[in-house]
């Protein structure tokens, strides 16, 4: 027995030695790659889930069809008997082409069988439309709309941030930091509606996010156009977001000004600017880069309601339509892509991490 | 710290003012104030009902701006007959054969003429199409002109249709049920390039409604299903197609789509119908069709000019017809045909629970139609503008008869009546318990989208709790809700409504017929549970295969008085309609009635 065991431990080190071997030699290396792998684990436990809580949510897209057919209105001149043609039996045909009679953990399965082997996201199963056309056509539209909520509130947070900490205590100061509070507690729906209300009333802007005329028909004006159409959303977008970031910053940068490095930075004499963007600012860097992969995974899901309230052509509304349909395979798509983004951001942010902290050294305490 | 005190004071202080009782008003009185300013209202609006009148000459030239929910979910034929929005896309390429004229009560050609042919003696019928000479499938921008023949017909009936693989909803429709109980086919035959008939095995009294189909491309389906099967039948047009290769025999060619953001159409200058001028209808050259998914940016988007018309919800009302100088008009008709209704569950799965011996008895559901207050529904959720819904076929109903009238209007007495005929009666506290001494308490299930059906629930529960009965309002997902409905059966009573509007007095087979999937109260019946049951699907039987308007008549009378008298649905209320137009659009050509909705197919842009 002991023999054995020694043979499987003598195994395993044999097995495991290139990893070991990988993690002294390239310890920044061998833990990216370990957020990967890892990145891989919760993503196939995240396609399991939405598997599984689609199975419990009540029907199927044939259902959603069998509903359509039934109380959709389509007479109107006469050349349908719409309620006449309803067949159960038809259904059960459509659903077992479907594979959706099987247990749901045999369709997921199937599904990364098809994204893995064959890389082939498969057809939308209402539309028959590949959901890779689906997601690409509007995966831009979200990209560049969360990207520059991103950018605008990290700027912005900073600038703020940082110059609120040195007036920490004014009623300036004050006054941000209980506007923050508000715009961080204010209900994000509600901001989006008061604007387009606003935007309705004076008719300053319009009340859709979207230019009514593509990028090809006059590119110039387009992107004037979008710049109009966009800002009230992105407004609503950025004040949402800058609240708590902004008192994250100031909250950071407060608590680096007492530490005692600062104290002895200060007692040599170095300039009080240099204390602030030499030392403390680089110190507020690291809960930001931490926050940044959240903030943006927040704006993803956020944007939906902007997307519906505004008529934002991104992958939040594709995905809103395609669970009300319980078309599994563009939900299931669009929520494992959206989840890979978050999560190659947390993966970046931890990369940046260690780039920008001299401290954080993988593999070498 | 003082100033901060008043401020904080005069908060506090408007706050309990705000909540003070005074500010309360009651139900009467927001009955009469939800009522009043019904006729100031509607005097804003225009009527204009379409009678047939001939249209004057419109002018070219224009763009039609409108929206839409949501994206299509494709271009192909079969997929749009399971999706509404689908279809409204693909609808606009496409031509029908015979069109339904709703005031005249009649059926007129359109893409084909008819010849309805019957054989009284050997109980069997014909209808003769002939296309029309000068119907084309064409390309945008392109010189490519194909005729549109028989084939075309012929094919998509047999080989799509007909087809069980490909799954189209009108595969059923191909088949009639003989008088000894069995299915017999109804065959198509080419006669020639423009003829073809439809053999049905025995005669029908609609052959039209049967058969009245949309034209669609063999030349893009024949080859697919070659290729492919059904399944390549199903794949074809899909969004990602480029929809300028889709060919249109209708008014408009699809020349743009762009997924979230919009559809563009130009129009077909190839299109049969032309006006006096010989002019191609329609006279607008292009529509954008937005696809804005929110109700309330539609309606901004309308007030801001950037679409061109708007049907008004009931809260739209002041603002709209309260603007001066408006840049539109608005539209009234005299209210929609068809109406939601308030349905009891007569299955037999729930026999052991009080509910069903309850709701299997007419006179328990005469006396809730009997408690059901029409007049405070209508002001109260509809502002006044609505009418009670009395009648089982609409005006539009060849057999429409206003002798035929619901008898069970809002009478309390008469509904403690017809419930002391059945053993139900208030107890000292009021409340109402049957022979058995139950409380009669259900629920009322209604849909979780529909805040109208949340007020008329709450006026249900409100106007029963009177007579010491106990309602439970359930708000339920819809998807749920049909569920219950088609497979659980465990729901008690609901609101809902159903696609139709009786029109024609055979359709509707699954919800009348006692062994349709749609027979909301006691679906798939195996034979008939009660008489009156019996004699609907006798009666609807009789009526669907007796030509003689006579003998029909006779037939439908008796059909539409069971249905009122035994109450398995009660109907609720007729919402009048209201519809906006943007006044650049010169209103000479446009209608709007309850008949046939907004007729804009002539409109043109103002001089």
Redesign the interface.
């Known amino acids: 027995m002991k023999a054995l065991l020694q043979k499987l431990s003598g195994i395993a080190r044999t097995l495991f030695s290139p990893i070991h071997s990988l993690r002294r030699s390239f310890p920044l290396l061998s833990y990216i790659i370990g957020r990967f792998i890892i990145m891989a684990a919760m993503l196939f436990l995240l396609g399991f889930a939405v598997f599984g809580l689609m199975e419990l ?3 199927d897209i044939v ?17 349908s ?8 039996e ?1 259904y059960e ?2 659903r077992a082409y479907l594979g959706l009679d099987q247990p749901f953990y045999i369709q997921y399965f199937r599904w990364i069988n098809r994204v893995v082997v064959y890389h082939d996201l498969g ?2 199963l ?5 959901v890779s ?2 997601i690409a ?2 995966l831009f ?1 979200s990209l560049l709309l969360n990207l520059i909520s991103l950018v605008l509130i990290t700027v912005f947070s900073f600038i703020l941030g940082v110059y609120f900490s040195a007036k920490a205590g004014t009623r300036t100061d004050l006054a941000v930091t209980f506007f923050a509070l508000v715009l961080h507690a204010f209900p994000g729906i509600l901001l989006l ?1 008061l604007l ?1 209300l606003f ?2 009333v004076t ?1 300053l802007f ?3 996010a ?1 230019p ?1 005329f ?1 990028f090809s028909e006059a590119p110039g004006k387009f992107v004037f156009s979008y710049a109009h159409h966009v800002f009230l959303p992105l407004l609503a977008s950025f004040l949402g977001g800058i609240g708590g970031t902004l008192r994250m910053i100031r909250a950071t940068m407060l608590d680096q000004l007492g530490q005692p490095y600062i104290t002895s930075l200060r007692s040599r004499g170095i300039a009080e600017w240099k204390v602030y963007f030499f030392h403390a600012f680089r110190n507020t860097l690291n809960p930001y880069i931490t926050g940044s992969a959240n903030l943006l995974a927040g704006l993803f899901s956020g944007s939906l309601i902007l997307e ?4 934002y ?2 992958i939040g ?2 995905m809103y ?1 395609a669970v009300l349909q319980e078309d599994i395979n563009l939900v299931l798509s669009n929520i494992m892509f959206i989840s890979f983004l978050v999560l190659l951001g947390m993966v970046l942010a931890d990369i940046l991490l260690a780039l920008v902290d001299p401290r954080i050294r993988y593999g070498k305490n | 710290m003082n100033k901060m005190a008043l401020i904080l004071g005069a908060v506090l202080a408007a706050a309990l003012f705000s909540c003070s009782k005074s500010d309360e008003i009651s139900i009467e009185e927001a009955e009469a104030m939800a009522g009043g300013g019904v006729d100031e209202m509607v005097a804003k609006t225009t009527a204009k009902p379409y009678k047939g009148q001939d249209f004057v000459s419109g002018k070219l030239g224009g763009t039609w701006n409108s929206v839409m929910i949501q994206d299509p979910k494709s271009f192909n034929l079969l997929i749009a007959e399971t999706d509404s929005q689908t279809a409204g896309v693909t609808d606009m390429m496409l031509d029908y054969l015979v069109d339904y004229d709703r005031v005249k009560r009649e059926w007129i050609p359109h893409g084909a003429s008819f010849e309805i042919i019957a054989d009284e003696a050997a109980d069997k019928l014909d209808v003769i199409y002939t296309l029309r000479d000068d119907l084309y499938w064409t390309w945008y921008n392109s010189d490519r002109k194909i005729k549109v023949t028989s084939d075309d017909i012929v094919f998509w009936y047999n080989e799509i249709r007909g087809d069980p693989e490909c799954q189209s909803s009108g595969y059923y429709q191909q088949f009639l049920t003989m008088e000894d109980g069995s299915d017999a086919h109804i065959e198509i035959e080419k006669i020639d390039d423009r003829r073809f008939v439809f053999h049905f095995p025995r005669i029908v009294a609609e052959p039209l409604l049967a058969t009245n189909m949309d034209i669609a491309p063999r030349i893009n389906y024949e080859e697919a299903k070659k290729n492919g099967g059904a399944q390549g039948v199903m794949d074809i047009f899909s969004v990602n197609t480029d929809p300028k290769n889709i060919p249109s025999c209708g008014q408009w060619y699809l020349v743009e789509y762009i997924p979230g953001q919009r559809l563009v159409y130009k129009r077909n200058p190839n299109y049969w119908e032309k006006d006096s001028n010989n002019v191609s209808i329609p006279y607008y050259e292009e529509e954008v069709v937005r696809i804005i998914p929110d109700e309330n940016t539609r309606f901004l988007l309308f007030k801001q000019g950037e679409t061109e018309s708007w049907g008004l919800r009931p809260e739209d009302m002041d603002e709209l017809l309260n603007k001066p100088n408006p840049d539109y008009t608005v539209y009234n008709n005299d209210g929609a045909l068809s109406a939601s209704f308030w349905a009891f569950n007569q299955n037999p799965v729930n026999a052991k629970t009080p509910q069903y011996s309850w709701f299997v008895q007419k006179e328990f559901r005469q006396a809730m139609s009997s408690l059901l207050n029409r007049d405070r529904i209508i002001n109260q959720v509809y502002r006044g503008l609505a009418s009670p819904k009395l009648y089982f076929f609409p005006e539009t109903n060849r057999y429409f008869d206003e002798k035929i009238k619901l008898a069970f209007l809002y009478d309390t007495k008469k509904a403690i009546e017809l419930f002391s005929s059945i053993g139900i009666k208030q107890d000292e506290q009021g409340i109402m318990r049957d022979r058995e001494n139950r409380a009669i308490e259900f629920n009322l299930t209604i849909a979780s989208d529909n805040s109208v059906t949340n007020d008329i629930a709450s006026i249900i529960a409100d106007e029963l709790s009177k007579v010491g009965i106990k309602i439970n309002i359930r708000v339920l997902d819809f998807q749920k809700l049909v569920e219950q409905l088609t497979r659980t059966f465990d729901w008690e009573s609901l609101i809902m409504g159903l696609s139709g509007d009786n029109t024609f007095p055979s359709q509707g087979s699954n919800v009348w017929a006692s062994d349709g999937n749609l027979h909301l109260w006691n679906p798939n019946q195996e034979s008939p549970a009660t008489e009156w049951e019996a004699r609907v699907d006798y009666l609807y039987n009789e009526g669907a295969y007796t030509v003689d308007e006579e003998k029909a008549k006779v037939i439908w009378d008796e059909f539409q008085t069971i249905i009122l008298e035994q109450s398995p649905l009660i109907y609720l209320v007729r919402p009048k309609g209201f519809w906006a137009l943007g006044n650049r659009w010169d209103h000479a050509n446009v209608y709007y009635d309850n008949l046939r909705g907004a007729e804009t197919s002539h409109i043109f842009l103002k001089q």
């Open positions: 949510a009540p029907g259902d959603q069809i069998m509903i359509q057919q039934l109380f959709s209105e389509n007479q109107s001149r006469g050349s008997r719409t309620n006449e043609t309803v067949n159960m038809q045909a459509q057809v939308s209402i539309s028959r439309a590949p056309f689906l056509s509007r539209n509606i387009q935007a309705s008719n319009p009340v859709t979207y009514s593509p519906i309230i505004f008529a052509p991104g509304r594709l339509e």
